[in-house]
């Protein structure tokens, strides 16, 4: 009889919530599939229903400690449109101006402390050094950077929302505190070392991407559609029309996101708890996309602010069609994106309405839905609430962001396996390529399912019967 071996990753390590990976080889030790599952349940649609609109702000960011500025951004988007108001512009500018401040914290948290340890030490070095400790006893000095980075995006989320994890910042209508001229003075003063924390990752990575050509254009790439917003072509994180822009380039879509259920699909498989969404027409599995900043660079024309757009026009140098598919390249596009942010804080802080008072609009309207879109860390986020006309919910639909990468951290993590293993032969070295497939993404599976329970690490052999053959399991 012929004899197989499922290979298990559980769970996968250096990302934020748990998953697992199983790889199922044939006779003669070669992948036959590979897997990602979120093995995480999440039920934040459901109990929220009959708890009044006005309260998602608060409750929908505790679906994550990792992005939870950007639920309640988009929470607070669609509760504007339950009200049918438009917020005020101070109101609007404060509240990107907290977006930009996750940006750069969540963009400085995926490079410097989850990913950067496999680029700076190697994929098959130690696992005891191979760490965020390990960083900072070898590199002490970018360590602090990354964590002044964050510590920066952090404070102007506190400063504003009162707290760095789950801010209260954005009400139905508006938001209820103003930034003080000493706060925002502050914080323009630190711009310029926060973009010199910036210039020095990217020329590390554009280093590391350089030594490391043949593989890092290789590792886990295909050739897919890109989702994002933009604003008149330009890159958006905040407003804009969500864009999906084909692997050659070509504009397939472009829509306001209130109109999302008309484009976009969710896919369930019975594997994982995280769905896979689609774009409508073309059907799952052809109508999948990346999403996050491989996602947004790619279905952008330009961005908006000097240094980023220069930045890009590097970025996208020699490519065909201006596409850049290289999953790896993910961690280049983060790091842009993260420039913009910087570049679109100090726009806001220098703007007069900034330090406004006209924080809110207030009105006894209750229209029977609203859709928030924004574009979080790892993707565009979709929050849709629908009420009765007192205002208590009675329908929640979330498509969260990492779900729009889904598909790719699947198809990613098959490329990976069929590449490194052969004969059978798995190495630590080949189970860390597989994780950081994942990490290339940055996913944040809290965001997108919740635990039910602790996971250790473990890799379990089976054979063709499914029976245990082996096993290595990492606490």
């Not at 005020?88 to 989850?114: C, D, N, Y």
């Not at 490391?212 to 290789?218: L, Q």
């Not at 774009?279 to 000097?306: E, Q």
């Not at 994942?438 to 602790?454: E, F």
Request: hydrophobic share 35%; proline share 4%.
């Amino acid at each position: 009889m012929a004899t197989t071996r499922k290979i298990e990753v559980n769970p996968v390590t250096r990302i934020e919530g748990h998953g697992k990976i199983t790889v199922n080889l044939d006779e003669s030790g070669q992948v036959d599939s590979a897997r990602f599952h979120v093995t995480q349940f999440r039920g934040f649609e459901l109990f929220c229903q009959g708890r009044d609109f006005r309260e998602m702000p608060v409750i929908t960011p505790r679906i994550c400690g990792i992005c939870p500025v950007s639920h309640h951004l988009a929470s607070a988007k669609a509760c504007d449109q339950i009200l049918g108001v438009e917020v005020t512009p101070t109101a609007h500018k404060l509240r990107e101006l907290m977006h930009m401040g996750q940006i750069v914290q969540s963009h400085a948290l995926s490079f410097f402390h989850l990913s950067s340890p496999d680029l700076l030490f190697g994929f098959d070095a130690d696992p005891a050094v191979r760490n965020v400790a390990g960083l900072a006893e070898k590199f002490p000095e970018l360590a602090v950077k990354g964590i002044k980075l964050r510590k920066f995006g952090q404070e102007i989320i506190k400063a504003l929302g009162g707290k760095k994890i789950h801010p209260w910042h954005s009400i139905p209508g508006g938001v209820n505190r103003s930034l003080k001229a000493g706060e925002r003075d502050g914080f323009l003063a630190q711009i310029p070392e926060m973009k010199g924390i910036v210039g020095e990752a990217l020329k590390l990575i554009k280093g590391y991407l350089a030594e490391h050509g043949d593989e890092a254009r290789r590792f886990a790439t295909y050739q897919s559609a890109y989702m994002g917003l933009v604003n008149e072509g330009k890159l958006e994180l905040y407003h804009g029309k969500v864009r999906i822009r084909g692997a050659r380039g070509r504009i397939i879509d472009e829509f306001q996101g209130d109109d999302y259920l008309d484009y976009i699909g969710e896919h369930v498989e019975p594997w994982s708890y995280l769905k896979f969404p689609f774009y409508k027409p073309l059907g799952f599995p052809h109508g999948s996309y990346r999403v996050g900043p491989l996602g947004r660079v790619n279905a952008c024309d330009d961005i908006a602010t000097p240094e980023a757009s220069a930045e890009l026009a590097l970025f996208r140098e020699g490519m065909q069609d201006g596409m850049v598919h290289y999953t790896m390249y993910y961690h280049y596009a983060r790091l842009i994106e993260a420039l913009y942010g910087l570049e679109r804080l100090e726009e806001l802080l220098h703007d007069g309405d900034i330090t406004g008072s006209d924080l809110r609009v207030t009105t006894r309207n209750i229209n029977p839905r609203g859709i928030g879109v924004i574009e979080a860390p790892r993707g565009t986020l979709f929050h849709h609430y629908e009420v009765d006309d007192r205002g208590a919910i009675s329908r929640v639909n979330l498509i969260v962001a990492t779900a729009g990468n889904n598909d790719a951290m699947n198809r990613g993590v098959e490329l990976v396996a069929r590449e490194y293993i052969k004969g059978g032969e798995v190495t630590e070295g080949i189970m860390n390529r597989m994780e950081h497939t994942i990490r290339c993404y940055d996913p944040c599976l809290s965001c997108s399912t919740h635990a039910v329970g602790k996971m250790p690490l473990a890799l379990t052999v089976y054979d063709a019967d499914g029976n245990e053959q082996a096993s290595r399991v990492k606490e």
